[in-house]
């Protein structure tokens, strides 16, 4: 499994955030929109927009890009988004941990 320190995933989960908000106004206007922010053993980041739904991963468009990007660095990407609504995309990035690291701390 390839990991990332949590130093060099944070770029790729400030892209990968950026990208899905922009997503989320574009394609969903004024729609309330969350965005998650989990670590342990990988940094997960979901952002789920209360927009009309209907997103699909097309080969060579944006949502694929993301998720090769992502795997670029060892990471996936999934996407729901039923017709109706809501879209949630989601990245999980493996982290380099050192012993007794239980993740982000204060």
Do not use: W
């Amino acid at each position: 499994i390839y990991t990332l320190s949590l130093h060099d995933a944070l770029p790729i989960c400030y892209f990968f955030g950026t990208e899905a908000l922009t997503n989320a106004a574009k394609h969903a206007p004024g729609a309330p929109v969350s965005v998650l922010i989990t670590s342990d053993a990988a940094l997960r980041i979901s952002v789920m927009d209360e927009g009309p739904g209907g997103a699909r991963m097309v080969p060579g468009r944006g949502l694929s890009g993301m998720a090769e990007r992502l795997a670029a660095f060892g990471g996936k990407m999934s996407l729901s988004s039923p017709d109706g609504g809501p879209t949630r995309v989601s990245c999980t990035i493996p982290l380099l941990l050192e012993r007794g690291q239980t993740g982000i701390s204060a």
